[in-house]
């Protein structure tokens, strides 16, 4: 028998294995979510555009903030898969200094939209952040992951440098 799911035919067997890698999946989330909420403040649970469940978590002493991402696809052994890193600028801003992980997974999507809504709840105004030379190898990709999540990027090729900024909207 065929099942018809996602405009895809899949056998009775490939069913079956989806479901118990999910509960394997599931499984991991649960263990890895009970080490992460003894040490972090834990956000939320998400997907990545590769349907991996991801926990998000961040780390916040009023000076510079972390929001962090742990893939439940693999044991979580006290270190993020993928981080976007932050400082407040002032009671109003927040400045990305650094987004660290493997790229085209999905995470830097997951953690910007969890860092866009902990700002709103803080209260927080404006994520500004800067382009510099040692981004323009990758910089079109920057660009183009900015202007996704509604930033204002402002970006000057001959001296390579550029500033992003984005405030909600009123």
Same mark, same amino acid.
């Given at each position: ?19 118990? %890698? ?13 080490? +992460? *909420? ?9 997907? $990545? ?17 972390? +929001?962090?991402? !742990? ?14 890193? *932050? ?9 990305? %200094?650094? +987004? ?12 910007? !939209?969890?860092?866009?809504?902990? *700002? ?9 952040? !800067? ?7 990758? +910089? ?24 992003? $900024? ?5």
């Amino acid at each position: 028998m065929l099942l018809l799911q996602d405009d895809k035919r899949k056998s009775k067997d490939e069913l079956i294995q989806e479901k118990s %890698d999910l509960e394997f999946q599931m499984f991991r989330m649960q263990e890895n979510l009970k080490q +992460i *909420a003894g040490k972090w403040d834990v956000l939320g649970i998400d997907q $990545t555009k590769e349907d991996n469940w991801v926990i998000i978590y961040s780390s916040d002493d009023n000076n510079t903030c972390k +929001i962090m991402l !742990n893939d439940c696809s693999a044991p979580f052994r006290g270190q993020w898969d993928f981080s976007i890193h *932050a400082q407040y600028t002032d009671n109003n801003t927040i400045q990305i %200094d650094d +987004i660290r992980g493997k790229e085209n997974r999905g995470y830097g999507t997951v953690c910007m !939209n969890h860092l866009k809504d902990y *700002a709103l709840k803080n209260n927080v105004q404006y994520i500004t952040g !800067n382009l510099v030379k040692r981004d323009w190898d990758h +910089i079109d990709r920057l660009v183009h992951f900015y202007k996704k999540h509604s930033f204002h990027v402002n970006v000057s090729k001959k001296e390579k440098q550029g500033t992003i $900024t984005w405030q909600p909207a009123i």
